[in-house]
C-alpha cells in the first residue's frame, strides 16, 4: 500500500553526521505513523526512533536520545533521521517503517519497510 525508499547512508568518522531520508509513495503518507529501525550484522532489529503522523511527537531509543533527531514533511511524503555524534556501535542497517497506529517502538508492529541504507562509522 506504501513503498518507501531509504537514502542517505554512507560512512562517516566518529563524532560526525548524516541525516537519512526516507521517500514514501502509493499510500497517504500523513495517514501513517512513521519510524526508524536499524540492524547491525548478526543481531536482532533495533528501534531508533519514531514520529507520529502529525509529526506531534516523537519518540527516541536510549540510545539515540539527545544524538538523532526524527522529523517529517507531510507535504514531501518523506520522513528524515539527523544523526550527530556518530559512533561505531551507530554502524548499521537503516530501515524507514510505516505504521498505521499512532506511534510504534516495537519493530514487529511496523506493516511497511524499506529497503534499508547502510550507515557506517569508522573509529
Known amino acids: 500500500q506504501v513503498q518507501l525508499v531509504e537514502s542517505g547512508g554512507g560512512l562517516v568518522q566518529a563524532g560526525g553526521s548524516l541525516r537519512l531520508s526516507c521517500a514514501a509513495s502509493?499510500?497517504?503518507?500523513?495517514?501513517?505513523?512513521m519510524g526508524w529501525v536499524r540492524q547491525a550484522p548478526g543481531k536482532e532489529r533495533e528501534f531508533v526512533a519514531a514520529?507520529?503522523?502529525?509529526?506531534?511527537?516523537?519518540t527516541y531509543a536510549d540510545s539515540a536520545k539527545g544524538r538523532f533527531t526524527i522529523s517529517r514533511d507531510n507535504a514531501k511524503n518523506t520522513v528524515y533521521l539527523q544523526m550527530n555524534s556518530l559512533k561505531p556501535e551507530d554502524t548499521a542497517v537503516y530501515y524507514c517503517a510505516a505504521s498505521r497506529l499512532i506511534i510504534v517502538v516495537t519493530p514487529s508492529l511496523y506493516n511497511f519497510w524499506g529497503q534499508g541504507t547502510q550507515v557506517t562509522v569508522s573509529s
Open positions: 502509493g499510500g497517504t503518507f500523513s495517514n501513517y505513523a
Open positions: 514520529i507520529s503522523m502529525s509529526g506531534g511527537s516523537t
